[in-house]
């Protein structure tokens, strides 16, 4: 599923090659892949590859200690919707097999609690061997889903079963396993409208208003919302940050732009999120031809507010769940608090600006989340993609306490 992420952990065979195809292939399809390796397969491919190729640091060992903090087969388990060894050595199936976690790839086997999938590969009498077949068994009997390897030419130049399945059938297995996963998908057949970025109010073709929201709290929201099983409409200001696959998106300038967008695809959403940082003035009299410099230091522009979208999102009726954003410099809560009553939303993401570390322009954030049930949830600080799974989370748990549990059109 695109947005899913799959951790695929390579174990020492020579085909841990074809483990570079599977990654690549799975990305294909939007999702996301994070690499764990045993030590022997670092022997036959670098980590160094498999970090270029996925984007992100790989783990070899479970002391991590780039974050202490954080114990990273936990963090790794609960991060991940699907546990895949691709290859999968006998040595590595055995320890699966028996539960034996003695090196960071075994350990976030046991740590892992959702679905896994093996892809065999090793020579043929190993294969066939009884204690392989038995373990392979066992590992069938929880569950665990086996790619079957296939006959052929094997490392040793002999013929024989024990061939890793084609990279292509690996990954069908994989997304099969992704989609059959409903606990992971609960915002499955729900609409979600999110906006994004700034809006760029011109006063010239060349000059604008505008602010330096990077748009990415919004994107990780759109993405967090598909990975979920959402069909997803992203309503973006003009941003640098990559695509999510599988989202509707809808590039707009200014906000007058974002207003019509929104409230053309609001009708059909379940829960609209206002994530862009909407200028909230604009020039009152833009010019159509770039204006000369003013002979003085000084220049005066008449500005005036801009549609407030959110206060008209609220007057659209329905069981619509309407969350906007606060950016505050400071009194957080109270001030969020209050903007909530007044903007008559349902939740908001309330968070602090201009102290490093959150906001605007930067990886990650800090937030409070709170409800207009008076629920008070703080989420970070943590990477933006995982505060967008918190709000999504806040947003199911209110949708819930409301009643409105399973996917309804509001009206
Ligand atoms: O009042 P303030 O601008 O701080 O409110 C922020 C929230 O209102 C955000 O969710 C933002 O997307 C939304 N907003 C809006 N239209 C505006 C200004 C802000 O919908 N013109």
Known sequence: MPGSRVLLVVTGSVAAYKACEVLRRLQDRGVEVRVAMTKNAGKFVSPLTFAALSGHRVLVNSFDDERPERIPHVRWAEESDTF????????????????????????LHLAFDGPVLVAPAMEDQMWQHPAV????????????AIVQPTIGPLASGRHGPGRLAEPLNVVDAIMEVLIMEPAKRPLAGMQVLVSAGPTREHFDPVRVLTNPSTGRMGYAVAEAAVRLGADVVLVSGPTQVAEPFEVEIIRVTNAEEMRCEMLAHAALADVVVMAAAVSDFRPVAPVPEKLKKAAGDTMSWKVERTPDILEELRQLRGNRTLVGFAAETSNLEARSREKLDRKGCDLIVANLVGTGGTGFEVETNEVVILDRLGGNVTAGPALKADIATSILDAILEFRQRLGIASPEKAG
């Open 84 to 107: 895949c060894v691709v290859p999968a050595s006998a040595d590595f199936i055995a320890k699966m097999a028996l539960g034996i976690a003695d090196d960071f790839p075994s350990t």
């Open 133 to 144: 077949q038995e373990n392979v068994d066992k590992l069938r009997a929880r569950g665990v």
